[in-house]
T-cell receptor
């Protein structure tokens, strides 16, 4: 079965720095990979989707890369702010239509002022 | 646009009791999902509905969990009888392939279940 690994340890960075979160997966490569943000006591919120034929996707201060050879996606937040503190989840689209998402365990990001 | 609604937000029960959760998806979303999220883990899909039909329930513990979406809108998830390991947040999500080119899922706030 598909296994998704995200760093379970919290990532602590200083405000203004770039945060980089990693998502590694095994077995077959999905056609799509999604990133979500989850705040305490709330449901996940969609941030970005990247397709297998896209090496990089950007949205404001967010950047996602997708390397199907390494079976890895990197999620970057540039000029990080304390408001970016949350847990970030990667999710693999198992049926190539967004219907069957398999989530990683998430990485908690703490941005200190 | 109203988001996904869930109730109750919190529930505490004794083991072997039964419990039910309710979800109202975003209007017009044909696909509805129930996830279980154990503390410190990512959401795990329990069941997926397309309108009022089940698409995937392979990870639903059918000996104790059941779910329905009778009119293709609201859905309920039931646990009977509950076990200690069922303590988790139960998330409902919905999606629409018609309105979203990103295939993203929209999540409700979840119901936090504690089984004592």
């Amino acid at each position: 079965s598909q296994k998704i690994e995200q760093n379970s340890e919290a990532l602590n960075i200083q405000e203004g720095k770039t945060a980089t979160l990693t998502c590694n997966y095994t077995n077959y490569s999905p056609a799509y990979l999604q990133w979500y943000r989850q705040d305490p006591g709330r449901g996940p919120v969609f941030l970005l989707l990247i397709r297998e034929n896209e090496k990089e996707k950007r949205k404001e201060r967010l950047k996602v890369t997708f390397d199907t050879t390494l079976k890895q996606s990197l999620f970057h937040i540039t000029a990080s702010q304390p408001a970016d503190s949350a847990t970030y989840l990667c999710a693999l689209d198992m049926d190539n239509a967004g219907n069957m998402l398999t989530f990683g365990g998430g990485t908690r990001l703490m941005v200190k002022p | 646009e109203a988001g996904v609604a869930q109730s109750p937000r919190y529930k505490i029960i004794e083991k072997r009791q039964s419990v039910a959760f309710w979800c109202n998806p975003i209007s017009g979303h044909a696909t509805l999902y129930w996830y279980q999220q154990i503390l410190g883990q990512g959401p795990k899909l329990l069941i997926q509905f397309q309108n009022n039909g089940v698409v995937d329930d392979s990870q639903l513990p059918k000996d104790r969990f059941s779910a329905e979406r009778l009119k293709g809108v609201d859905s309920t998830l039931k646990i009977q009888p509950a076990k200690l390991e069922d303590s988790a947040v139960y998330l409902c999500a919905s999606s629409s392939r018609v309105t979203s080119g990103n295939n993203e899922q929209f999540f409700g706030p979840g119901t936090r279940l504690t089984v004592l």
